[in-house]
């Protein structure tokens, strides 16, 4: 069996270039798989910077599927994942947004510090994953009493 060549940082200009050639093309593919997604949300992303001023991250982390099945041994259910920034207090912000705009929570994806947080839109198939603070989580898994 041979064996893996071990890591060898770049060194030289033209190998600066090639890792830089490569994360882009990596970075157009994820986003070329969430070209769906991202079309069906737009409206809603438009919504949310002009009705709540808020924006969102498209860094190498935002703006890729991911499935949110919660067993290994169901169907894969893929979801957006849609960075709000470093901050909690906006991230809650902009789950909140979301909800005002008609989202349903589905669940927390992860029970401890922050978690990402499953948000589906009603009578789609279309869901988003969110960072969101435990507060917030426990205020979302908790109805309302009327």
């Known amino acids: 069996m041979k064996r893996p060549d071990p890591f060898k940082p770049a060194t030289t200009y033209a190998e600066f270039v ?10 157009l593919s994820d986003l070329k798989k969430a070209e769906k997604q991202i079309r069906a ?13 808020l924006s969102i991250n498209y860094n190498d982390h935002s703006m890729v599927l991911i499935d949110c099945a919660t067993d290994y041994g169901m169907r894969a259910q893929w979801g957006l994942r849609i960075g709000a920034g470093i901050s909690g ?3 809650d ?12 929570f589905e669940r927390a994806r992860r029970e401890c510090g922050y978690a990402a947080i499953v948000m589906r839109k009603p009578k789609t198939q279309l869901r988003i994953l969110l960072d969101g603070s435990r507060g917030l989580i426990e205020s979302l898994k908790t109805p309302e009493v009327a």
């Open 18 to 27: 090639a890792h830089a050639e490569y994360v882009h093309q990596r970075r």
């Open 89 to 91: 207090e906006y991230s």
């Open 41 to 53: 949300i737009e409206s809603d992303l438009r919504t949310l910077y002009e009705r709540h001023k």
């Open 93 to 104: 912000r902009v789950v909140r947004a979301f909800l005002e705009m008609g989202w349903v």
